[in-house]
């Protein structure tokens, strides 16, 4: 298998509290893999060690972007996010009251280098740059169906849109892995439906999604490949119908008493 | 001479700590650093005057005081801070500082702008006197009585803190906000209390200040409030007892920064020790890590 | 409307330009009038921190003091030209910001807004201690006015020609700082809209998505805090050679919060509110300096507005005078297309 990210024995502590223990998996390149689990699971804290917010105590997380594969543990969110891999929230971060257009233009941020003195000078490399990021911004919005609202400002979006809009800034970030928290929480099932079909486009891109969800029916439809974590520990790793038959997975979930599974 | 310098230093201490336990209190219920509280401080010192010059002995007009400022303290959070209990932090600093302007300039329009004397005749006679003397070291009275008054208070405070209901509510809330108010407690009662209590702290070392340097002014506040604050970070912000260390360590080392190293930049050791703390060990002494979180 | 409402705007500009040359001038508004600019100047200077990074600077005028020591210094000891102290100055200040904000921009924003302050009043004790250097509180004065030397252009061009210009009285001076502001403003305005800009907008609405977007938050923060100080410490070089005095105790606390308060007056992050501040708040100082004695109160206890206008302002109108909007930079040419290329497509 082509792994674009390979986590191996990664563990977190926070003071007494251990949040992962020894987690290995691995994301084939181009497939779209489901992290799921019960709440406090440490899904999300999977992501933030992914995405560079976290410092993992223990453990490598290898990322290949293209052919050369690193171990990119600890590295800082900018870092991560500049070797391609970009992220949504469980609990929507917009820049409320900018535009939905500056969300996105501050999503090419990591793509573009005018400093100081260019924006002070005007210079031309520094015009035809911001001319750029305009039209990427513009892409990435009319790609998420957001093209027309690019000048109202983020907090006025619905909810769902307002997901829309973190994806659209997270693939301004021109990401080969695409982390995904939650992304269907809160839509209605028509609005589901469209996240569908729009997490296919980002595929179609050639972007490696990871996604955490909720939506049991949602997950194993279009997951080839499910991680489940249940109090920090990886209990199963297969596709959706070995993962369906786990009897662990089925504790985990009935025994939180939880009816999703 | 060394000997003296460590009691002066001490004194000087115990009068930080009081203040200090007041910010950090306050930081560790609804994490805002109350610019106004040094204010609070200074009220103290004025309204315990007032009184006297009332006729009411020294001890009647220094609890008024303290009622009187611990009333202050909870209106100032009731009326400012409050509203702002959901805006972003930066609202609800910008209006601790007006707030801190703004008592006192209404101090300074009450009380008048030049220094006053603390009023003597108040003063049991024997205050000034030696109470103790080693050697070289004379401890007067007055620092015993401060001594007392100050480690009282502390113990008490402490016994509020970690014996009483409201006391116990005040380190839930400084835990976790959400989950205190989910668990039955009435969130906004105990911030009020907290700004009561560290409050009539203030007022108390208001007064002694007051007492030991006989001089108080509109702006008095304003360097003590940022030395006391200094300790509260020095000891570790939103912890008690770090606050009571962190002023009495501070005030040694300003003592001592004085005598032997340089008398001009007196106040300058304490902002010296804030930035460096700050710098090198946010937490402080007891404190918790105040690295941005992620 | 609109259009009658800018034509008034233009005629009071035009009357403002050319009020210090007319007979009605007086010497007591022309010194008012750039009194107000320099802290036009401030103002803008100061507003990148609150106003775009979120961050509380409770020690901006130690910054300024800087700049006015340095520029004051030069000028007695080398009797530099002020077109050379300008930049010296704002590079000095700009060393102290990252020198200050390095260690201290990881924390989080309150020890940031201690720090600062801690800062201002270190500076304050410099000046005051360091006799040997700033004469401490005495003050430095007799400091050369700005003047224009054109003797390097004669010797260019080989003409023998000694034309020197010294400003005298207010007028040069009204038209020199109306220059510097229409300078800064330019240059805020550019930044406001642009890459820098943007990611610190993005630092102030949400840290963790800024970083996630890729933005450095330490360094986008330290840039931040280092411009502000080198506008800051520009504005005190321009201050020690008008006033051709400075000494320690005009660089108080007191400025700092003056400067703060028109920010959040005019409304935090907007410049064009940072301009309207500093005059509302520098004839509100006059015109308090005038009626408070009357009253019988200290000329400080003006202060006291400025602290309840801070509260009240906060309280009900977190935007200040001038609400942010997210329009605000919506006038640039590029939005401009854009909006053009949206309406032509929901015609079609």
Redesign the interface.
Known sequence: MDAILKVEGVSKRFGGLLALGDVSFAVERGAIMGLIGPNGAGKTTMF?CV?G??KPTEGRILFAADDAQRDVAGR???RM??LGV??T?QNI???????V??NV????????????F???L?TRS?RA???R??DDA?ECLDFVGL??A?????SSLSYGDQRRLEIA??L??QPRLLLLDEPAAGMNPRETEALVDLIHAILARGVTVVLIEHDMKLVMRICKHLVVLDHGVKIADGTPQEVRANPDVIEAYLGKGAAHA | MFEQQLVNGFTLGLIYALIAVGYTMVYGVIELINFAHGEIYMLGAFLTLSCISMGLPLPLAVLLAMLATAAIGVLLDVVAYRPLREAPRLAALITAIGMSIFLQNLAMIIWGSRPLPFPRQALPAFFAEPALRFSEVTVTWMQIVIYVTALALMVGLNLVITKTRTGTAMRALAQNRTAAALMGINVNRVISFTFALGSGMGAVAGVMVSMYYNTMYPTMGYLAGVKAFAAAVLGGIGSVPGAMLGGVALGIAETLGAGYISSPYRDGVAYAVMILVIIFRPSGFLGRSMVEK? | MRGAFKTLLYLAAAAALAYPLTPFRDVYVLHVLVLIMVYMVLAMGLNILPGFCGLLDLGFVGFYGIGAYTAGLLTIHYNMSFWLIVPLAAVNGAFFGVMLGVPTLRLVGDYFAIVTFGFSELVVLFLTNEIWLTRGPLGVPGIAPVSIDATWLATLLGVDSRWRYAFRGEVPYFYLGLLMVILVYC?MR??ED??????W??IR??P??????????LAYKV?AFA?SAGIGAMAGAFFARWTLFISPDMFKFWESFLVLCMVVLGGLGNINGALVGAVILIALGELLRVALPRLGLPTETRFLAYGLIMVLIMRFRPGGIFT????T??QSG??KE??AR?AA??TA
């Open positions: 933030n995405a917010i976290y800082k969110p900018e996010t500049a970009a992220r929230f971060r917009l820049f409320a009251s900018l535009t257009l500056d233009r501050i999503g090419r941020h990591c793509r573009t280098a005018a400093n100081f260019g924006a002070v005007r520094q740059e911001e001319r990021i305009v513009m093209g027309e690019a000048l109202s400002q983020a800034r997270a301004a970030t | 992620a | 240059g550019r930044l642009s890459r820098l800009g943007r990611a907008l993005a609405e949400d963790m998505a800024a970083a996630s977007c890729g933005v450095d938050l840039i411009v942010q909007v997210a329009e930079t919506m590029l939005i854009l909006r949206l497509r929901r």
